[in-house]
């Protein structure tokens, strides 16, 4: 199983900037992707942004020039650098990760509890 833990969530005013990070722990589990969904209330979920191991990230429209999505490979963590901050962007960001394990050749993916972000005056 792998188990993911998000942190950086907060209020913050329009305009002001968040870190998210997260950490994927887990056994004989290889990852091939880590990134961001979130889910408003009367909305699908979204995916904010994703980066996969070979480095070829993806951002949602709404989001593209004020996020920017990072990894730290050796750590398995994720950040998410968000700034200019509009109340539209305001959610819970659930961490995502997507692989497989080395015994297996089904994909898993995984998704953390959340980390609320506020965005308002």
């Known amino acids: 199983q792998v188990q993911l833990a998000e942190s950086g969530g907060g209020l913050v005013q329009p305009g002001g900037s968040l870190r998210l990070s997260c950490t994927a722990s887990?056994?004989?589990?290889?990852?091939?992707?880590m990134g961001w969904y979130r889910q408003a209330p009367g909305k699908e979920r979204e995916l904010v942004a994703v980066?996969?191991?070979?480095?070829?990230?993806n951002y949602a429209d709404s989001v593209k020039g004020r996020f920017t999505i990072s990894r730290d490979n050796a750590k398995n963590m994720v950040f998410l650098q968000m700034n200019s901050l509009k109340p539209e962007d305001t959610d819970v960001y659930s961490c995502?990760?997507?692989?497989?394990?080395?015994?297996?050749?089904?994909?898993?993916?995984?998704w953390g509890r959340g980390t609320q972000v506020t965005v308002s005056s």
């Open positions: 887990g056994s004989d589990f290889s990852i091939n992707a």
């Open positions: 995502y990760a997507g692989g497989f394990y080395w015994g297996s050749d089904a994909v898993y993916d995984y």
């Open positions: 980066l996969r191991n070979s480095g070829l990230s």
